[in-house]
């Protein structure tokens, strides 16, 4: 599928990779961008992924779509000592997606549409320093493949895109190379036209993704924990 001519529809879209994803859209000529907020400021579509009555009212809102990129989430420094952090992060990376996916499925069944869902590397590889983090992304990612094989026959495609450091305000003073937003969302449309079910748009998760294509092969775990080190190595105060 491409995106020219295509109702597009992204969560967390007013900044980092959901805003670069909504002008990359729009540069690959979709036909309508809804660009979904907590808080809009010109015409998108007011949307906190945990607040079930503003999903439903958004789903109520658009008329069709082809493409939901869920792409609204957060990451909190923990130690896993508080069960409060879990459930915040679970309630935005996990049952968010969950949550605006259930709301928009009818949408996308009558266009045979398709979800991206942009999880992380980390949900590949847990990094110490943002385990709930991880483990959220983790379970989106098993989420993202039980989708897929529940609604390969309703005609809707699933995609994760597992993406590595990325320039944003998620990880500001990382100290590691990290893409810029454009160019990961370049990344991101390019696999998803391509049909990729996997998608690793950057440099970094492009270094994992190659080569190796099962977790168990060594030379993929050698590369996961390059990158663990990369970070460990680098400022504690900041996290993707
Ligand atoms: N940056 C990286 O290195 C990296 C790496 C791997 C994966 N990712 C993933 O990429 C996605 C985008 O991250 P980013 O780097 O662009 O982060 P970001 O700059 O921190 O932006 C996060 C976006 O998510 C939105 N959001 C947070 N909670 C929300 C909620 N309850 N309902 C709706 N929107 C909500 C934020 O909205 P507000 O402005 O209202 O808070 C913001 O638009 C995330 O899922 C992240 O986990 C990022």
């Keep these: ?85 879990l459930e915040q992060t679970f309630a935005v990376n996990f049952f968010g997606l969950l949550r605006v996916t259930s709301a928009f499925l009818p949408l996308l069944k009558r266009s045979k549409g398709a979800i991206l869902n942009n999880v992380s590397l980390a949900g590949l590889a847990p990094l110490p320093m943002i385990p709930s983090y991880s483990a959220s992304k983790a379970a989106a990612l098993n989420l993202t493949q039980s989708l897929r094989a529940l609604l390969a026959d309703q005609g809707v495609a699933v995609h994760a895109v597992v993406i590595g450091p990325v320039d944003t305000d998620m990880n500001r003073g990382l100290e590691i190379p990290k893409a810029a937003p454009e160019t990961a969302a370049a990344g991101i449309f390019d696999g998803f036209e391509k049909g990729e079910e996997e998608i690793f748009p950057d440099p970094v998760s492009q270094s994992i993704a190659e080569g190796p294509t099962r977790f168990r092969n060594r030379s993929r775990k050698a590369g996961v924990m390059a990158y663990r080190k990369r970070l460990s190595a680098s400022s504690r105060h900041s996290c993707l």
Excluded: W
Aim: glycine letters at 10%.
């Design 1 to 85: 599928m491409n995106i020219e001519h295509k109702t597009v529809l992204i969560t967390g879209a007013n900044r980092g990779i959901g805003k670069a994803l909504v002008d990359e859209a729009l540069r690959r000529g979709a036909k309508k961008v809804y660009a979904g907020m907590r808080s809009p400021v010109q015409q998108p579509l007011t949307l906190d992924v945990t607040n079930g009555s503003q999903v439903q009212r958004a789903a109520g809102a658009v008329d069709t779509l082809d493409v939901l990129v869920n792409n609204a989430g957060i990451a909190i420094y923990d130690d896993l000592s508080s069960l409060e952090v």
